[in-house]
Every structure is written in C-alpha cells, then in structure tokens.
C-alpha cells in the first residue's frame, strides 16, 4: 500500500523514532510502512494519522 507517512513527517520534523515513540511502535515498523511492505491495522492508520495531523484518506492511497 502506498502512503505520504514519510512527506507528511518530515512536513512535522519529526525522525523514523520519533514517529515511532509517539504512535507506539518500533523504528523498523515505521520504516516497513513508509516503504509500503507493511499494512497497518486500522488503529496503528489512525494514531499514525493523529500524530501527523491529517487524515487517513490523505496518508494512505487504497488501490
């Protein structure tokens, strides 16, 4: 699945960690998302949205 985490994060200034602690995940997840090989759970899509301030619809791109 394709996604904007990593535009929308470096929008927010924030490191693969620092997405990572704030959502309560490990680094590698993040990394796995931004690089489409992980789909997350609807819950981890939200708090990753939350975190990041925008919507689901506008991180993730469903195909």
């Given at each position: 699945m ?5 535009e929308?994060?470096?929008i927010?200034?924030?490191?693969q ?7 309560g ?19 981890l899509?939200?708090d ?16």
């Amino acid at each position: 699945m394709k996604n904007k985490i990593k535009e929308y994060r470096i929008i927010h200034n924030l490191t693969q960690a620092d997405l990572a602690q704030k959502v309560g995940v490990r680094r590698e997840t993040i990394i796995y998302l931004e690089k489409g090989r992980y789909t997350p759970s609807l819950k981890l899509a939200h708090d990753v949205a939350k975190t990041l301030k925008t919507k689901i619809y506008k991180l993730f791109v469903f195909k």
